[in-house]
């Protein structure tokens, strides 16, 4: 088992630090469009990328809705915040950030409340009724919050790509941000880029 580190959670805290936009598989690389664009489980894909997989669950709990995520959930003041480390091989792959509203909290065929550490991405995709919006894709300078995390984690400088997209089941809206750090095959490509 994989010895995480000790992360401040949350780590995103201020908005503003990603441009979030639509985009087409015409403006990547076949590797960026392979992980960007995907529309499958990002869990699933994971698992068939290593051995070992693992949840480094940072935090989840009520935390103010930044504003550009008030465009997916709402003009919410707070809600619940959920972020993690997904762990390829002893190696960190992506940060991801899910949001929702407290009655997605309470929903019981969700049961959010009781993920811990299991995948958020894989529970939804079980889901019945999913659906998911369009994929909005960002670049995260090293000077992020995100970026430095990357850097905290023991690896160089380097612009950073994520993604995010809305998932609704059972009524209620998740939104999850998924970023490519570490050892990823998408933030070695941007190394010193």
């Known amino acids: 088992m994989t010895s995480f ?24 690389s076949r590797l960026a469009s392979d992980w960007l664009l995907d529309p499958s489980s990002l869990t699933a894909k994971l698992k068939e990328q290593c051995q070992q997989f693992q949840v480094q669950l940072l935090g989840q709990r ?30 960190p792959w992506v940060f991801a950030r899910s949001v929702f509203p407290f009655s997605a909290l309470a929903q019981q065929q969700l049961r959010l409340e009781d993920l811990g550490t299991k995948p958020l991405g894989e529970h939804l995709f079980k889901q019945p009724d999913l659906t998911r919006s369009a994929v909005e894709v960002s670049s995260f300078d090293p000077h992020t919050k995100v970026g430095q995390l990357h850097q905290q984690l023991g690896f160089p400088s380097a612009t950073l790509w994520g993604r995010r997209s809305r998932f609704t089941a059972a009524g209620q809206h998740v939104l999850v941000a998924e970023v490519f750090i570490g050892a990823s095959p998408l933030a070695q490509e941007y190394v010193n880029d």
Request: with cysteine.
């Open 5 to 28: 580190p000790d992360i401040t959670f949350p780590v995103v805290t201020t908005g503003g630090e990603a441009a979030w936009q639509h985009t087409s598989s015409e403006h990547w």
């Open 62 to 91: 009520e935390a103010p809705l930044l504003a550009d995520e008030q465009a997916w959930l709402g003009p919410q003041k707070s809600c619940i915040v959920r972020e993690v480390i997904l762990w390829c091989d002893g190696q």
